[in-house]
């Protein structure tokens, strides 16, 4: 699928207080090791807190952070509005119905996420509507910490080189700034490479609809 852009990006979207309230609520909860889709049928959704010192090693392998899932309606009236707008002004305009939780997200030094998609091979079965047969069409990543705090840790995406039709590896430089608001579809292929220094704090997002047609 040819994109006229690949992301969208609001600079400075979230205030200081903004950034600084998500990452107390963060801290004010119990974080657990970060999984993936694919792990967490591979352990059978197993309790992650009970997991061998083996089983750890080998999912952070593909994934090493830290997460908490957030579903205070406030959040949504401070982020639903960028990502309505992203959908529109980047000509997606991809057909939303329903936001998933927020994810807080804590890369410390050393942690990392692997090349991945967002989007599941299959829509949700969920006796929910909201989720039912629904998948992932837009991806947001909000920061919350300034790149000033911390070394590595930088979002990258893949994306078509249009001359040679071969894959480039593009670095969404917008992220260093705090407070910054980042939409793209789910489909996009991305990794946060590793942190080499400080602490890295994130709010992470997935605004769902009916498949593709």
């Not at 002004?89 to 998933?100: R, V």
């Not at 692997?114 to 992932?136: A, C, L, M, V």
Request: net charge positive.
């Amino acid at each position: 699928m040819n994109l006229k852009y690949n992301y969208w990006f609001f600079k400075n979207a979230l205030t200081d207080k903004n950034c600084s309230d998500i990452i107390q609520l963060g801290k004010s909860k119990q974080l657990e090791i970060a999984v993936t889709g694919a792990q967490t049928k591979i352990i059978k959704k197993k309790n992650v807190n009970e997991l061998t010192k083996k089983e750890i090693k080998d999912l952070k392998k593909v994934r090493n952070s830290e997460v908490l899932f957030l579903n205070d309606p406030w959040l949504y009236n401070l982020i639903t509005p960028y990502v309505n707008q992203a959908n529109n002004a980047s000509g997606w305009n991809y057909d939303i119905t329903w936001n998933e939780s927020f994810q807080f997200t804590s890369y410390k030094k050393n942690q990392h996420y692997s090349w991945h998609q967002d989007g599941h091979e299959e829509p949700y079965k969920s006796t929910d509507p909201n989720f039912n047969n629904k998948i992932r069409k837009l991806s947001v990543i909000c920061s919350l910490t300034d790149s000033k705090e911390y070394k590595g840790g930088k979002v990258e995406i893949q994306i078509p080189n249009p001359n040679n039709k071969k894959i480039v590896t593009h670095e969404i430089k917008e992220l260093k700034t705090k407070g910054t608001v980042v939409v793209f579809p789910s489909f996009i292929w991305h990794r946060v490479s590793p942190v080499t220094k400080g602490h890295r704090n994130s709010l992470v997002m997935w605004a769902i609809g009916p498949s593709f047609k």
